[in-house]
DNA sequence: GAAAAGCAGGATATCAGCGC
DNA sequence: GCGCTGATATCCTGCTTTTC
């Protein structure tokens, strides 16, 4: 150790270590941060340093283990000795100032930080931030010139809640809209798509204020295949359900048969890119324009551009859908592709779909809250579960919380296809024949389960009985419509689009029904339409893209609008621990800047051995609720025919979502908003006023018009995002502006 | 020796809290 | 309702350090 030449040795070792942590000039800040890696660090760290190294385990040995991974402190204290040599030497110093910035940390944090060397100085933190927001916006531009893309916008609102309310300072709110670009895949190659792939004229020009569906019967009469081939995937489901929840009938799962496939998506890494935030509201019209005008400048393009780019989705929630559709209507007769919405093609986000449908199943299975009598959703989620209540149910003021709805349909499903089973296996003591149970056994029992417990037809079976079960009808209603839910669930994780649009249109008819949703019924209704009618390769490319994929597996899709929703979530983690000075000009930085401030912290945090995923996204057991609500079934007969049945008299029959739905669907006025006016040309005289249709299907106004306000809860259902980690840092963040 | 990067400190803005 | 104070933040400027 003493040597002579150790001193000299360590001064050569200090210039490698400073080498080491220094970037050429102009080094872009991404590649900084893909490049960066604490294991790597340490690793080169002890080769080209391993005096130092030496020195430093030398130091701090001592007799007995350590917890503490020497290693991490090791490379961190090489990296604040390098930046004491050269503050140029500050790789480190800078992720983990964008780390910092990332995580809410207030300007004093950071100070601290850059003081002990562990940091840069705030203000750079600040300019390398920028200079990363230029860096991105530079990518996104080069990407819309050269690939297929589509723009999401959705509302983001910021609640400025003000502690002492004063007349010129109170509570408000700040609407803001955030929008991502995606870049879209081509089915037929698997790559992504090009420029030029949809030309602008594969649109159907619009004429008309309205937007015209043609051929309505061809949509609200399936085609007998697509009955079949859904009944076939309902039963799959059904079997699938099965074998999760019952372990006896593991030894099945091996040889089970994926679903039957309609349209896969095929998997593959969605790129997605977050576009400036903006002060613009688009709940209006001129919002909408503002929002498309300024998107369309932030991606620098321009009118030729766009007709070599050809036709753009454009992603939203049923807000958002709308709204551009009016735009679209009152510019028909502008022929540029941006001014005049020529190259746009409107997409309904099936996430906020997804919810609704939930919550009609949760509304319309209800039952009356605080019924003595066993059969409904309450019954089982308030009664037998004890559940934290909730509203529900149409009456209700309230929307149905998503994320517990959905927990309760996935357990009370589950139990109800258990208990179906218990019934139709033909066996005195029904673990005994799980345990035992062939394929073909198994594949019967299922078929009586289905067809006797979960089909229109059991529910008119027992409807025409001589002493119609009401409480047992009730129950084959709430079993065939949240069947679909679960099949859209699983069928949007898969990525299999064509089993997706199966369920969508059941529910196109089902959202008829009065009283419930009908502006998804009309949603989904013309946008069928116009796929029927669009090229082939354009229908293609829409439905292959209406679901995205962060992680290219083979489960792992997910919807576009989810995903603003998160996007929006992150601009909400990190803005809000700016406090006061925030502005929408620091925002619009920002927001191009999210998942590069996302991915360092998550770099960080996983190289400092800190579980990015918090408690590791398990979906709690949840055996022992379904246990209960099979036990109850059971023993209140729900899924059995009961002749008077004492709840009978009291329990009120629900109603058949879609026979209502097709009643309206029948009607020649049915989705009137989407034909076209043929009525005004000729006057024939005077109609008998009897043969007027009196029912008034009034279209837009009812339902549910307010939205649906997403919870942190109902995003954290997502496994792939750290939820749980954003949640903390809102704490913080709150924290910090509280403090 | 020029250009780039880093940093400190002043200027400026915003807002809550407080007293009048 | 106004003006002051204190706290915090960003922006701006000019200086220093570092690198090629």
């Known amino acids: 150790m003493e040597s002579p030449h150790f001193g000299d040795r360590i001064q050569k070792e200090g210039d490698a270590i400073r080498k080491l942590l220094t970037r050429p000039s102009k080094t872009k800040i991404n590649d900084l941060l893909n490049n960066f890696s604490v294991r790597e660090l340490a690793a080169d760290l002890q080769k080209v340093a391993p005096t130092m190294w030496g020195v430093l385990t030398s130091v701090s040995l001592r007799e007995g283990k350590s917890r503490r991974n020497k290693e991490l402190v090791f490379t961190a204290i090489c990296a604040m000795l390098s930046v004491v040599r050269s503050q140029k030497a500050n790789n480190f110093q800078v992720i983990m100032g964008l780390f910092l910035l990332g995580s809410g940390a207030a300007k004093r944090e950071i100070a601290v930080f850059a003081q002990a060397g562990l940091s840069v100085n705030y203000s750079s933190v600040i300019e390398h931030v920028k200079a990363l927001s230029e860096e991105n916006l530079r990518i996104i531009q080069q990407v819309v010139k050269k690939f297929m893309c589509s723009v999401a ?11 002492s309310q004063r007349l010129t300072s109170k509570d408000h709110f700040d609407s803001g809209t955030t929008s991502t670009l995606i870049i879209q895949q081509d089915p037929e190659t698997n790559t992504p798509a090009l420029h030029g792939t949809l030309p602008l004229n594969m649109k159907p020009s619009r004429k008309t204020t309205k937007q015209i569906i043609k051929n309505h019967s061809s949509l609200l009469l399936p085609p007998v295949e697509d009955t079949r081939r859904l009944d076939e995937c309902l039963l799959w489901q059904l079997k699938q359900v099965a074998l999760e929840h019952k372990s006896e009938l593991a030894h099945l799962k091996i040889q089970f048969p994926s679903c039957p496939s309609i349209e896969q998506i095929t998997p593959h890494v969605t790129q997605q890119y977050p576009l400036p935030a903006m002060h613009e509201d688009e709940s209006s019209i001129d919002g909408t324009i503002n929002v498309y005008d300024t998107i369309m400048r932030n991606l620098k393009l321009t009118n030729d551009d766009m007709k070599k780019h050809g036709l753009m989705f454009t992603d939203g929630d049923l807000l958002t859908d709308s709204l551009v559709d009016k735009v679209e209507s009152a510019r028909r007769n502008n022929n540029e592709p941006i001014e005049g919405m020529k190259a746009s093609i409107r997409r309904f986000g099936l996430f906020h779909c997804k919810m609704s449908g939930a919550r009609m199943v ?23 579960l004890g559940r934290k209540p909730m509203s529900a149910g149409w009456q209700s003021k309230k929307s149905a919380p998503w994320k517990q709805s959905h927990e309760l349909l996935q357990m009370s499903l589950a139990a109800h296809i258990l208990d179906g089973f218990r019934i139709h296996c033909g066996h ?14 198994f594949n019967v029992v299922a078929e009586k389960v289905y067809h006797n417990l979960f089909t229109s037809t059991a529910f008119e079976k027992e409807s025409e009985a001589a002493e119609p079960d009401i409480v047992f009808m009730n129950n084959i209603l709430y079993n065939r419509d949240v069947l679909y839910y679960w099949l859209l669930v699983t069928s949007i994780k898969a990525g299999d689009i064509g089993r997706v649009i199966l369920v969508l249109r059941v529910w196109m008819v089902m ?16 946008t069928l339409g116009r796929l029927q009618e669009y090229p082939e390769k354009l229908k293609k490319i829409f439905l292959h893209n209406w679901l995205v994929n962060l992680t290219g597996k083979p489960n792992g899709f997910k919807e576009v609008d989810l995903l603003q929703e998160h996007t929006n979530f992150w601009i909400k983690v990190i803005y809000d621990a700016k406090g006061v000075n925030r502005s929408w000009e620091w925002l619009s930085m920002i927001s191009v800047c999210i998942y590069s401030l996302r991915d360092a912290m998550r770099k960080v945090q996983t190289s400092f051995d800190i579980p990015v995923y918090g408690t590791r996204h398990t979906i709690p057991d949840m055996s022992n ?3 209960r609500i099979t036990m109850k079934l059971q023993e209140e007969k729900i899924q059995q025919h009961v002749s008077s049945r004492p709840a009978n008299n009291e329990v009120e029959p629900v109603k058949d979502l879609l026979s ?7 009607k020649r006025s049915a989705f009137s908003k989407y034909q076209e006016e043929d009525y005004m040309m000729v006057n024939l005289g005077f109609q008998d006023e009897s043969l ?17 306000q997403l919870t942190p809860e109902d995003l954290a259902m997502d496994e792939e995002e750290p939820i749980s980690m954003a949640d903390e840092l809102v704490d913080v963040a709150i924290s910090i502006m509280d403090s």
Do not use: C
Request: hydrophobic share 35%; no cysteine; aromatic share 16%.
């Open 153 to 163: 916008w959705d509302n983001i609102n910021f609640a400025f809640r003000v502690e």
């Open 362 to 384: 949760v509304n319309q299975h209800w039952g009356k809250p605080n019924s003595p009598w066993p059969g409904s959703l309450w019954w089982e989620h308030t009664n037998l």
């Open 428 to 441: 005195q003591d029904f673990d005994t024949w799980a345990s035992e149970a062939s394929m073909e056994e």
């Open 511 to 526: 959202m008829r029904a009065p009283k419930t949703m009908p502006r998804y019924a009309n949603a989904i209704f013309e």
């Open 625 to 627: 609720e379904i246990r």
């Open 660 to 666: 209502e739905g097709s009643k309206y669907a029948n």
């Open 692 to 708: 007027v249709e009196t029912v008034d299907w009034d279209d837009e106004d009812e339902g549910d018009e307010e939205e649906y």
